[in-house]
């Protein structure tokens, strides 16, 4: 049987037990519960994000749907006006004069911008506008597409002297001073002249044999009702939490040029700029943006699409989005809840589970102790614990049991061993006498055969010495 453990071989398997107990009891709320929570939020914050761009998405759809209509039912109504019966009976008459006045008249009941007609090479026969253009581009696609017999609208770009051409004030419309813009893409420009219009081309008759073509258009630049219906479209009340704010804005290039974000003071951000990574994204690459963007001076969830005018070039973009503070502070406060639910139950449930652990750990140093105390010598060590009907309680009172069984059996050793030792010693004690009577008798023998020895010798000499004297007594 092997010595006692030692201190340090004791203590450290005691630490051993303990630590391993400890884990066991803290590593599913300490380690796998926060792992599991933060996967879980990890994929709860991916699908609030998704959600997110999912609804944007949607925005943007809503949007878009609105410019399209904006697009037939311009040409819907310019078809509408080139084939009525005041358009042509106008035409009919050759009074270019009564012509002008009917395309101002409809201008206004259309809600239109500007409006004329034109011959089949470019040549203005009679304009809403006093001060209307002389001639115009017949190449442009939309003119050049209704003049084959195909009325269509869309969305084109119009330089400073053609909307000057149609009327001054709209050429003073479309102008703004680029403002400097936070993340824009560096740019040397100061100034965008250029108009951004919804121009929709018909064939509407012919005047002397030739074909004429009725061209009306709605400028987009500083449109302000447009771009707020598509945000009361887009937005509409209750569709957005507290404290959040849609926006729409509409961009020629990457200029605002009609909108209603904000700078200071609740001034529309007019001429400022779009970001450069949205600017790449969408107008260099053609993609759709759905995603955060900085927008002027805050950042948005936002959806981009590019502008494709009638030639099929990417010329401006159509935006939506929402302020993202108000849903970012909704995703913190719903992660910190659930953080600190989280640390409040493990609060209160790891005293708990180091309790169960001491229990389970406390009889186990209680036994090694009780061992390590047998093992130096003190039989009467004991653990103590009752047996309270759980397995480790019960090991406990087995070995007390087992511990009083052996110092019984070490008692009666020890008893056995000291009759053993008084038999021996009474046995010794008795040999020793025996010892000592063998001895006196042995003496005694000696003594006896000596006598005899001494008796013999001497009846010897006797018998010798009588010999000699019976004959000298003989022979006297």
Do not use: C
Not at 87 to 105: V, Y
Not at 349 to 366: D, G, N, Q, Y
Not at 367 to 374: E, H, R
Request: aromatic share 6%; hydrophobic share 45%; net charge negative.
């Amino acid at each position: 049987m092997g010595g006692p453990m030692n201190g340090p071989e004791s203590t450290r398997r005691r630490l051993s037990v303990r630590y391993r107990l400890l884990a066991i009891a803290l590593l599913p709320m300490l380690v796998i519960i926060p792992l599991l929570l933060g996967a879980t939020m990890l994929r709860w914050n991916a699908k609030f994000d998704g959600i997110l761009t999912s609804k944007v998405r949607s925005d943007l759809t809503v949007a878009h749907q609105y410019v399209s209509r904006i697009l037939e039912n311009t040409s819907d109504h310019i078809s509408a006006l080139g084939e009525s019966a005041a358009f042509q009976s106008a035409i009919g008459s050759g009074d270019m004069s009564a012509l002008s006045a009917l395309l101002a008249q409809r201008r206004k009941a259309l809600d239109l911008d500007y409006l004329y007609a034109t011959a089949g090479d470019g040549t203005v026969l009679a304009s809403a506008s006093p001060s209307g253009p002389v001639s115009v581009d017949a190449t442009q696609p939309v003119l050049a597409s209704a003049a084959s017999g195909k009325p269509g609208a869309a969305i084109d770009i119009l330089p400073a002297e053609s909307l000057a051409a149609l009327s001054p004030e709209l050429a003073e419309q479309a102008a703004f001073n680029l403002i400097e813009t936070a993340n824009a893409a560096p740019s040397q420009a100061r100034a965008s002249t250029d108009g951004m219009v919804v121009q929709a081309a018909s064939l509407a008759g012919s005047s002397r044999g030739a074909p004429v073509l009725l061209v009306g258009g709605i400028l987009l630049n500083r449109n302000l009702e447009f771009i707020d219906t598509v945000n009361s479209l887009v937005y509409q009340a209750g569709s957005l939490p507290e404290g959040s704010q849609g926006t729409a804005t509409l961009f020629l290039d990457d200029v605002r040029i009609s909108t209603n974000v904000r700078l200071f003071e609740g001034r529309r951000a007019l001429g400022t700029r779009v970001s450069a990574a949205v600017r790449r994204a969408v107008l260099g690459e053609g993609r759709i943006w759905l995603d955060r963007a900085f927008v002027v001076n805050d950042w948005y969830i936002s959806a981009y699409e590019p502008i494709i005018d009638s030639r099929g070039e990417r010329v401006g973009m159509l935006y939506v989005g929402f302020l993202e503070a108000p849903f970012q502070r909704t995703k913190w406060t719903t992660i910190l809840l659930v953080a600190g639910s989280f640390v409040i139950v493990a609060g209160l449930t790891i005293p708990l589970f180091m309790r169960w652990a001491r229990s389970i750990f406390r009889p186990l140093e209680r036994m090694a102790q009780t061992i390590d105390g047998v093992e130096a010598g003190d039989l009467d060590a004991r653990t103590g614990i009752p047996d309270r009907g759980d397995e480790l309680s019960q090991v406990s009172s087995h070995l007390d049991i087992l511990l009083d069984r052996i110092r019984e059996r070490d008692r009666q050793l020890r008893d056995w061993n000291e009759e053993l030792n008084a038999r021996v010693e009474e046995r010794t004690a008795e040999l020793s006498a025996a010892n000592r009577r063998l001895e006196e008798t042995t003496k005694q023998l000696v003594m006896s055969e000596k006598l005899a020895a001494i008796g013999e010798i001497t009846a010897g000499v006797a018998h010798e010495i009588n010999n000699p004297i019976a004959v000298i007594q003989g022979n006297l």
